[in-house]
């Protein structure tokens, strides 16, 4: 049995399922549970991508502040520090596309000199 994380591709943020391969996230796709899952979701989408990128903003600030202070740190080490944690909100579940739009969405708000 595999352990720790796997690959990105194959996990489901809004039902905090992790799948092994293709063939298993495609029949999570089809489960009612996910089903019942997506349905919340349309229902209030914006609402949820803002609490997840919400999520996703607090623990990398977080991890940026506990553990470098005020250096200056590469956002890129600062990322792979965050996704060490199993329980992190993926980035794809934001409303941020990539890391570079993040950070300058960070310096745009006064949170980080970038």
Known sequence: ?????????FYC???HKQCRDENGF?????????LR???IFRDNAPGIMDDFS???EK???ETLRRRHGTQRMNANNVYQ???QDKHHVHMN????TTLTDFVQYLGKKGICVV
């Not at 049995?1 to 591709?9: N, R």
């Not at 495609?26 to 009612?32: F, M, P």
């Open 13 to 15: 943020q809004m039902c």
């Open 54 to 56: 919400a999520e996703f």
């Open 26 to 34: 495609k029949c999570h796709l089809t489960s009612d549970s996910h």
């Open 93 to 96: 579940s934001t409303k941020w």
């Open 59 to 61: 623990g990398y600030v």
């Open 1 to 9: 049995k595999a352990k720790g994380l796997q690959k990105l591709k």
């Open 81 to 83: 520090e965050v996704i």
């Open 37 to 39: 899952q997506m349905k």
